[in-house]
């Protein structure tokens, strides 16, 4: 059973530009969840994806933005990155329908803006 | 809106002795779940156990135990026989049943092992 994967490990950027992470769940899951995690502090929930839809929205701003595929890998998006943003972006996933409604963590995308 | 309190930014124990994090939460919701999640310098979190608050029986894996007390909304995790691997950030979470699976997290503890 393959677990959870994140892509890429770590990514520098600059202030103002866009980004896009990756994240493919563990087989047999349909639901992805997104989370910030800054420095010293837990995770934040930013948004969740269920069949390719989103279901569930943290205190974000809109130019945080996600995708499900069909495959239910999931992608979240960040345009006019900040310096705030800078912080490991957790992916997790679950099948909540399917019986197993805790949630696997990937290893995470370290996101730092210059 | 509930939210997850740990008092203890860091903790200490010596190998093979025990040691208890706190967790405290607010909710005004009577069905839910809990978690204790280990994330060690490899980033990555680890479930280390789950509560269903609607079960009285304290739930346990291995060295990991938890101590659940709903009226006092009070989650601890009690480590036995500490090991070197055990040192790790650790945080508790809920999740509600009515708001989707969406987990709330606190600040975490840092839980160092001593030799």
């Known amino acids: 059973e393959t677990g959870v994967t994140q892509s890429p490990t770590h990514l520098i950027k600059t202030r103002g530009q866009q980004v896009t992470l990756r994240c493919s769940s563990q087989s047999g899951h349909n639901t992805v969840s997104w989370y910030q995690q800054a420095l010293g502090q837990g995770p934040q929930f930013i948004f969740q994806?269920?069949?390719?839809?989103?279901?569930g929205r943290g205190n974000f701003p809109p130019r945080f933005s996600g995708l499900q595929f069909p495959n239910y890998s999931s992608e979240l998006n960040v345009n006019a990155l900040e310096l705030d943003d800078s912080a490991l972006y957790l992916c997790?996933?679950?099948?909540?329908?399917?019986?197993?409604?805790?949630?696997?963590f990937g290893p995470g995308t370290r996101l730092t803006v210059l | 809106a509930q939210t997850v309190t740990q008092s203890q930014p860091e903790m200490s124990v010596q190998e093979a002795e025990t040691v208890t994090l706190s967790c405290t939460y607010d909710t005004s919701e009577s069905d839910y779940y809990l978690f204790w999640y280990k994330q060690p310098p490899s980033r990555q979190m680890i479930l280390v156990i789950r509560q269903e608050a609607y079960k009285q029986q304290n739930a346990t894996e291995n060295r990991f135990s938890v101590n659940f007390q709903k009226a006092a909304k009070s989650f601890s995790l009690k480590i036995s026989d500490s090991q070197l691997g055990d040192a790790a950030m650790y945080f508790c979470a809920y999740r509600s049943l009515s708001s989707g699976d969406k987990l709330t997290f606190g600040t975490g503890t840092r839980l160092a092992v001593r030799p």
């Open positions: 997790a996933s679950s099948s909540p329908s399917g019986g197993t409604d805790t949630q696997y």
């Open positions: 994806y269920y069949r390719e839809e989103e279901n």
